[in-house]
């Protein structure tokens, strides 16, 4: 058997792709996002780390532990993410400036990253793509820097996707604008979220350099 | 500051997810009928995901999602057959909201597809809808580039012939901006048997 001339048939398999991932409707991403949320929350609970004697206190230990991570769900869903079908705009993904907490020198506690609920710049190491750079261009949700400083991934300039804010697990992005400055790191070509991607300080630049050795 | 392993491992999920997740919707909804099924799939994928998260590669973790999703759905459509026959027996109807993104479900293309093989059907999906290569479409389905290449071409052969085959008429039709899905709608719809295997 052999494919006639002509046009690849692919293509019109293609063209009728049912949908895109771009397309995807927000209310059923954050259906899903919260399931897995309830799934970690789940497992958190079943920690063999958390496995306390039998006894009055051993429930006391595991509602907190559920507290806790419940506590830091919410916290991250007062900062307009979770289950609900929000609508995002298609890179302002942050807080408003009112709402947005005060820039901190240290991410880890507080400031930009006071909405997440984990922040370890050892995990740097393990991202695809970590850099200092000023945002050129925005079309959409693609987003195209100027790289200052390459640790790893990026050199030159790089354009990146912002994913929807409203369907993160744990944490904003910063609003991006052109002629800003920001430290960003990436999985693959889609920004991360969560403290990952922030505005740029210089204290928290130091940081993430170190966790590059330079 | 030091941080719990777990937290750790959280980020790291939560950096895949927010990469991911929109794929692998996608990728469900392409191959259920109803956006609730296609939610599950995603939802158990990033559930296996988070268990077995160390298990995943480091390069191209879709891939590995791909696999997974590919997996679960093949459990999801054993679950609805039985469900399916449960409900035909009680006379329950199916009240599961459809999918209607995918207005083409009605057209040529995914007439032609519905002709072949599952497998065929598959292969083709992965390299129209995901955009996969051989690389990409072996690590899926778990076989060779080389085997992928060679179902790859020949399932193209027959997803062509199969095109090739539908009335031309219905292929103006079907090309012609003003048709509505109403135009096309009962033509192959008898024929039409879904977007899954």
């Not at chain 1, 990253?113 to 945002?135: H, K, R």
């Amino acid at each position: 058997m052999s494919i006639p001339a002509g046009p690849d048939p692919i293509d019109r398999l293609r063209a009728a792709d049912p949908i895109h991932a771009d397309h995807v409707p927000d209310a059923s991403l954050a259906r899903v996002t919260a399931r897995i949320k309830e799934h970690i929350m789940a497992d958190e609970q079943h920690e063999p780390t958390v496995r306390q004697p039998r006894g009055p206190l051993a429930w006391v230990g595991g509602l907190a532990l559920v507290g806790v991570i419940a506590l830091a769900f919410a916290i991250a869903l007062g900062n307009g993410l979770g289950a609900g079908a929000q609508t995002s705009p298609p890179i302002a993904a942050n807080p408003t400036p009112s709402e947005a907490p005060a820039p901190s020198d240290d991410p880890a506690a507080g400031g930009g990253m006071a909405s997440c609920i984990v922040y370890d710049p050892a995990i740097l190491t393990t991202m695809d793509v970590v850099f200092d750079g000023s945002v050129t261009a925005i079309d959409g949700d693609r987003v195209t820097f100027k790289v200052n400083d390459g640790w790893k991934g990026a050199d030159g300039s790089v354009t990146l996707t912002a994913p929807p804010a409203a369907i993160a697990l744990t944490g904003p992005l910063p609003e991006f604008k052109v002629g800003s400055r920001y430290l960003v790191t990436a999985a693959g070509s889609t920004i991360n979220s969560c403290g990952y991607t922030l505005d740029y300080d210089a204290a928290t630049a130091a940081k993430w350099a170190a966790a590059f050795g330079s | 500051m030091t941080r719990s392993p777990t937290t750790s491992r959280l980020a790291r999920f939560d950096a895949l997810f927010s990469a991911h997740q929109r794929h692998v919707l996608a990728y469900a909804m392409r191959r259920t009928q109803a956006w609730a099924d296609a939610e599950d799939v995603a939802a158990e994928t990033f559930a296996i995901a988070w268990r077995k998260f160390d298990a995943i590669p480091e390069t191209e973790p879709l891939l590995w999602l791909y696999a997974v999703a590919r997996r679960v759905l093949a459990n999801q459509r054993r679950g609805l057959g039985r469900r399916e026959r449960l409900a035909n027996l009680l006379r329950v109807d199916d009240v599961a909201t459809p999918i209607r993104a995918g207005e083409d479900r009605d057209g040529p293309a995914f007439a032609a597809l519905a002709r072949l093989a599952p497998a065929d059907q598959e292969i083709l999906r992965l390299v129209a809808w995901e955009e996969l290569g051989n690389q990409g479409i072996a690590a899926v389905l778990g076989i060779t580039p080389n085997a992928v290449a060679i179902r790859v071409h020949r399932a193209r052969a027959r997803f062509a012939d199969a095109l090739a085959r539908l009335s031309p008429e219905e292929d103006m039709k079907y090309l012609d901006p003003s048709r509505t899905s109403a135009d096309v709608k009962g033509t192959h719809g008898a024929e039409w048997t879904g977007a899954g295997e």
